[in-house]
C-alpha cells in the first residue's frame, strides 16, 4: 500500500479455541511478495489450522491456497522467502511442552499452479519444547540461523550442511545472556554475518552479538551494548537489515519499560528506534510514554531512501495503527503520526510487513489483528 494511501478494513474472522493474537508475536515476519503477489501466514478458522494465503488486490481478499503451515492453535510462525525455498520456523509458546516445540518447514513454489508444497523431509523438530517466538534467516553461505529465549536463556541453532540437518541448541558464549523469562531474542542476516538482538531487563540493556559466515558456529564477536539505562529493556523487539549497505547498518525498533514508572514521564520515550552502523549504535525517539504505542515494527525502502515506523495505540485494550516515516540517511520522527487504521474499540496488534526493497515496497502490505473481534484488517 502506498504510503499516501492510508485506509484500513477488517477482513476475515481468526477466532478459534487456543488462537490468541496470531500476528501478535513481535520479531516475526508473516509476509512476503513473489510472483506479483503477496503472501501471508494467516490462520483459518474454517480449517483449524494455519495456512498459506495470498491476496487478491482486485477483491482485497486472502484466499486460503490449502498449504498448511501449523495444526497447532496456539503456534506462531516466523516466514522467511529467498527467492527459491520458503522457510517457516514456528512454535508453540510453552517450555514445559513438548508438544510446542519449534519446527522448521521448507515449500517450494510452482509459478505455474500459484501454491506452494511441502518438501521432502520437511517439518522437523529442533527443539524439546516451546518458547514465546522462535526466529529465522539465512546467511551467505546459506546456513539457516534461528534465536529464541529458553528458560531464561538466550538460545541459538543453525542448520548443517543442508536444510534438513540441525546442530544442537547452544547459548552463544558471550556475555548478557542470562535473561528474565519474559526477554525475547531476535536474528538478523547483514553484510556478511549474522546478528542477534535481545532484550535483558535483568540488567536494562538491549544487547547485540555478531557471527561472522564462515567462522565455526561457536565463535562469536564480543558482545555490544545498543543500549542501557534505568528502564531501557523491554521484550517488543522488530529487527531489519539493509543487505546491500556497505556500512552492515542494522536497524532496530524497540519499546522502553518506562511507561512502568509510578508515577510515568509522559515525555520519557516509549519507542525507540536503534540504528547500528560501521558497529556503533544510535537512537532516535519515535513515541513517548503519553503516546501510548506498543508492538512497533519497522520497514525499510532502500529504493527511495525511506524508513517507516507501525505502532498501534493505546497499548493493551484497543486502539488504531500509526505510522511515521524518516529519511534512512536523519533518523528524526515528526512529533505526531498518521493513522493508518483508526479502529476504536478492538484491539489491535502488530502489523506486518517485509524489508524487500525497491520498488516492491510501493505495495505495502500491513496486517494486523484485532484480539476483541477476532479479526485481521487489511489495506
Known amino acids: 500500500m502506498r504510503i499516501a494511501d492510508r485506509v484500513g478494513e477488517r477482513d476475515f474472522s481468526f477466532g478459534a479455541q487456543g488462537v490468541g493474537a496470531p500476528t501478535g508475536e513481535r520479531p516475526q515476519s508473516k509476509l512476503w511478495w513473489n510472483d506479483g ?42 516466514i522467511l522467502w529467498d527467492g527459491t525455498h520458503l522457510y517457516v520456523a514456528t512454535a508453540g509458546p510453552t517450555s514445559t511442552n513438548a508438544a510446542h516445540a519449534a519446527r522448521i518447514l521448507r515449500y517450494s513454489y510452482d509459478p505455474v499452479t500459484k501454491r506452494y508444497a511441502l518438501d521432502p ?47 544442537t541448541p547452544f547459548v552463544p558464549p ?35 552479538a555478531e557471527h561472522r559466515d564462515g567462522d565455526p558456529d561457536e565463535v562469536w564477536q ?3 551494548t545498543a543500549i542501557q539505562g534505568p528502564k531501557e529493556a523491554n521484550d517488543h523487539l522488530n529487527l531489519k537489515s539493509l543487505q546491500a549497505d556497505g556500512a552492515g547498518r542494522v536497524f532496530a525498533l524497540v519499546k522502553t519499560s518506562h511507561g512502568n514508572r509510578r508515577p510515568p514521564n509522559s515525555n520519557a520515550p516509549l519507542i525507540r528506534l536503534l540504528v547500528r552502523d560501521a558497529g556503533n549504535w544510535s537512537n532516535a525517539v519515535f513515541g513517548r510514554v503519553g503516546d501510548n504505542h506498543t508492538r512497533p515494527i519497522v520497514l525499510l525502502d532502500a529504493e527511495h531512501r525511506q524508513l517507516y515506523v507501525f505502532a498501534t495505540s493505546p497499548c493493551c485494550k484497543g486502539g488504531a495503527i500509526y505510522d511515521k516515516q524518516a529519511s534512512l540517511d536523519n533518523f528524526t520522527f515528526a512529533r505526531a503520526g498518521h493513522t493508518l487504521h483508526p479502529e476504536r474499540g478492538g484491539h489491535t496488534y502488530q502489523q506486518h510487513d517485509l524489508d524487500q526493497a525497491g520498488t516492491q515496497q510501493r505495495h505495502r502490505l500491513a496486517r494486523a489483528g484485532l484480539r476483541r473481534h477476532k479479526q485481521l484488517l487489511r489495506p
Open 37 to 78: 503477489s503477496w503472501w501471508g501466514s494467516l490462520f483459518n478458522p474454517a480449517t483449524d489450522v494455519y495456512s498459506l494465503h495470498r491476496f487478491d488486490w482486485a477483491t482485497k481478499q486472502w484466499a486460503d491456497t490449502g498449504t498448511v503451515i501449523d495444526e497447532r492453535n496456539a503456534s506462531h510462525a516466523d
Open 121 to 167: 523431509g520437511f517439518p522437523i523438530a529442533i527443539s524439546d519444547s516451546g518458547m514465546e517466538a522462535v526466529v529465522l534467516d539465512k546467511d551467505t553461505t546459506g546456513k539457516l540461523w534461528i534465536t529464541y529465549t529458553q528458560n531464561s536463556q538466550v538460545v541459538v541453532n543453525r542448520s548443517l550442511g543442508d536444510d534438513l540437518t540441525w546442530g
Open 174 to 208: 558471550i556475555k548478557g545472556t542470562t535473561v528474565t523469562p519474559d526477554d525475547i531474542s531476535a536474528v538478523v542476516a547483514f553484510d556478511d554475518r549474522i546478528g542477534v538482538l535481545w532484550s535483558n531487563m535483568l540488567v536494562d540493556a538491549i544487547y547485540f
Open 222 to 224: 564480543v558482545s555490544r
